[in-house]
């Protein structure tokens, strides 16, 4: 019956620690209980996000951060039950500018009352010398993150990753430990920068990048041990973490994330969940040779960890969509209505027939999968089929409705029909307005 619950009438009474619900299967009648996973308003961790925002004079993504991150996070993310904040990272140069009046100042000022809006504190980086560029600042400024905020966790992301699914703690913390989901596989030297990412790890660490982790959003890391990875890096090269960054990371290609991750792994391990994705299972990792610096045998990782873990987030950049909702809205809009459907398709708030949708199309896709790297044939469907209707489940007889306000406003900004929204199900683009 879990399988097409949504399909048949139900009746909900929720008590202090679970919903009991009564669905009526048309042809037999029958009557189940089920429990519902948890209570709904368990506690989360204090969670900071951390999002650096490039502005300069006639960019077309000035406005990305509010339009695809701010604008998803405000649709499908429980702000004020999990204890989240925002924190918006701007350059020195533009502190008090017209730049950021038009597109930070003006932002946070309207969204001060409406729902499900973050408290959002807005940080400047000030330049060095040596890494005076808007790649390096922004890399560099994460390293320093936990001086930005007191929150004990802190989420990474880009301007424009856009979540497309209702969240919940267990989308983010296992046994209250962040979950990671590393990536790991055969590189080509044309894969430019992944194959160039493991050299520079290795010579910031000394050791072997174990996993790519510029794979996945939010990337959430313990405060703390970001203080500990610059205390290590000064402890090892004898030199301050400035001086570290110029010769190893300024000017060249690396990942601030493949660094953090590679120094939890090693150092902090247990204190997180690892997912690994394997996206070249074929790969005995010694023929052909593995990049200069990257680890490439598998019997590191448990058995377990290879387990799939649905996505939240996608990189809209990377998906063959415009940097800003306004240059395509189409394509960005169907995981709009598609993260509405596969979370909570009871609620119908957009009156698209969910329904209909959810069993005419493999649902379970879309959180498989990020910019390039596609999982889903790695795992069996009836598996993945399950593990999404227990996240549905972990949702019903929650009150969902934090997100509402935000996704209908944004649908009739396009005033998009009923037509339009079966299109977007279907993943074929839907009329320009």
């Known amino acids: 019956m879990a399988g097409v619950w949504w399909q048949y009438g139900a009746l909900l009474i929720l008590t202090f620690n679970y919903v009991i619900v009564f669905a009526v299967n048309n042809s037999t009648h029958e009557v189940h209980e089920e429990e519902v996973y948890e209570n709904c308003n368990r506690p989360w961790p204090k969670l900071s996000l951390f999002i650096p925002v490039g502005l300069k004079n006639g960019s077309s993504r000035n406005s990305e951060w509010s339009e695809v991150f701010l604008h998803s996070l405000t649709m499908f993310w429980p702000i004020a039950l999990s204890n989240t904040s925002l924190v918006v990272m701007l350059d020195n140069e533009v502190k008090g500018s017209e730049l950021q009046q038009t597109y930070v100042d003006k932002i946070i000022n309207e969204g001060k009352n409406k729902t499900n809006f973050p408290q959002i504190d807005v940080k400047y980086h000030v330049p060095n010398i040596t890494y005076q560029s808007g790649h390096d600042r922004q890399q560099h400024v994460m390293f320093y993150a936990d001086q930005y905020t007191d929150a004990e966790y802190i989420g990474f992301g880009d301007s424009d990753c856009l979540f497309f699914a209702n969240i919940d703690r267990e989308d983010l913390f296992e046994d209250n430990k962040p979950v990671v989901h590393g990536r790991i596989g055969y590189l080509r030297k044309v894969q430019i920068p992944y194959s160039r990412w493991p050299a520079s790890t290795y010579h910031f660490l000394q050791m072997e990048e174990p996993m790519i982790c510029m794979s996945y959003f939010p990337v959430i890391i313990k405060a703390a041990h970001l203080k500990d990875l610059r205390e290590y890096l000064e402890s090892i090269h004898k030199s301050s973490f400035d001086t570290i960054f110029t010769a190893y990371g300024s000017g060249k290609s690396f ?10 792994w090693y150092k902090k391990n247990e204190e997180y969940k690892w997912y690994i994705n394997d996206l070249t299972p074929w790969w005995n990792g010694i023929k052909p040779a593995p990049m200069y610096g990257q680890w490439s045998e598998r019997y590191i990782f448990d058995k377990e960890m290879f387990s799939p873990k649905p996505f939240i987030s996608t990189h809209v950049r990377y998906r063959s969509t415009a940097s800003a909702l306004v240059g395509n809205p189409e394509n960005v809009n169907k995981l709009f209505v598609r993260g509405l459907c596969h979370t909570s398709p009871e609620t119908n708030i957009l009156k698209v027939n969910c329904t209909k949708y959810l069993s005419t199309v493999n649902h379970y896709e879309e959180m498989h999968k990020f910019e390039d790297a596609d999982y889903n044939d790695r795992f069996n469907l009836t598996e993945l089929r399950a593990m999404q209707l227990q996240r549905m489940r972990r949702f019903r007889g929650c009150d969902l409705s934090y997100g509402h306000p935000a996704m209908l406003n944004h649908f009739e ?21």
């Open 413 to 433: 900004k396009f005033n998009y029909t009923s037509l339009d929204y079966e299109h977007m199900l279907k993943g074929t683009a839907s009329r320009r307005r």
């Open 255 to 264: 990942s601030q994330f493949n660094i953090m991750c590679t120094f939890m």
